[in-house]
């Protein structure tokens, strides 16, 4: 069974991969404890104490100042890291929820601006990358697209997805509809709005490899910020969500990456079956 140590030399990587490119999106103590594998969210508090016992003892032995990266990590509910987090910040409890939010950002934003490549190789850690060389080469897939034609396949999963919007816990849906156009010029597998949200959905068929469902995450996101821009255009007030939907079994690698990014992922395998039946 591994230390509170062993965990922290773990875990400070995937924190320093979330400063240097997704500082500014919440990270919660169950992505933390699903990101490094130490089952429990509740050892996160733990753990994040002895990355600050690390941390700090490296600051003094190289005279030098280390940003704390423990408020990138946070409450689900509160969006605040929680109240382990008076070990780096002496009365942190008693400041006003504002005040809290100001705190971490700019705690976060020193985090996000700080070189760590020596703090990695003084503590003799590898970086923790998602993806390697390898699976980066694959970039020409992601840039062309896959396939070059939509599929049966596919065209029955777009379908039954637009007839039953429950399986994505779509409720009262007003308004759907199958190939539908954003003003970016960019074209939804599926769309649904309901009074509260509107919907993109990115519908992945069982023949799509690891890359092109990599480039459905990074697809959802940009749905994502287009619709958030199209609510500005039309002066509404609703919330946009992107979710991709995958009937294969998805990478470790991709899932840690939806994870960090905070793109929904669904994977519903069971449609195979619904959609050669019906």
Not at 50 to 66: F, S, W
Not at 234 to 241: A, G, M, P, Q, R
Request: with cysteine; net charge positive.
């Amino acid at each position: 069974m591994s230390t509170y140590r062993e965990w922290a030399l773990q875990t400070i990587p995937v924190l320093v991969r979330w400063a240097q490119g997704a500082w500014d999106i919440p990270h919660y103590y169950s992505d933390l404890a699903q990101a490094v594998g130490f089952g429990s969210h509740r050892l996160s508090g733990m753990v994040l104490g002895e990355v600050n016992n690390i941390l700090n003892k490296l600051e003094k032995d190289y005279n030098t100042e280390i940003p704390t990266l423990n408020a990138l990590v946070q409450n689900q509910t509160t969006k605040l890291p929680g109240i382990g987090f008076n070990v780096v910040e002496k009365g942190y409890e008693k400041l006003s929820a504002e005040e809290k939010v100001i705190l971490t950002r700019l705690y976060n934003e020193k985090a996000h601006q700080y070189d760590w490549d020596w703090v990695l190789k003084a503590l003799k850690l590898k970086p923790a990358r998602i993806l390697d060389n390898e699976q980066l080469q694959q970039k020409e897939l992601i840039q062309t697209g896959f396939g070059g034609g939509e599929g049966e396949e596919h065209k029955k999963l777009k379908e039954y997805i637009y007839n039953h919007p429950e399986i994505l816990k779509i409720k009262k849906v007003k308004k759907r509809k199958i190939e539908y156009d954003l003003h970016s010029g960019d074209r939804l597998d599926v769309y649904f709005e309901t009074n509260k949200c509107r919907y993109a959905i990115e519908v992945k068929p069982s023949t799509s490899p690891d890359s092109d469902i990599l480039r459905g995450i990074f697809q959802c996101i940009k749905y994502k910020a287009v619709m958030d821009a199209e609510r500005v255009l039309l002066n509404k007030n609703y919330d946009s969500k992107a979710i991709l939907v995958v009937v294969a079994p998805i990478s470790p690698e991709n899932r840690q990456l939806a994870l960090d990014l905070k793109v929904k992922v669904e994977e519903h395998r069971e449609l195979l079956n619904k959609i050669r039946l019906g």
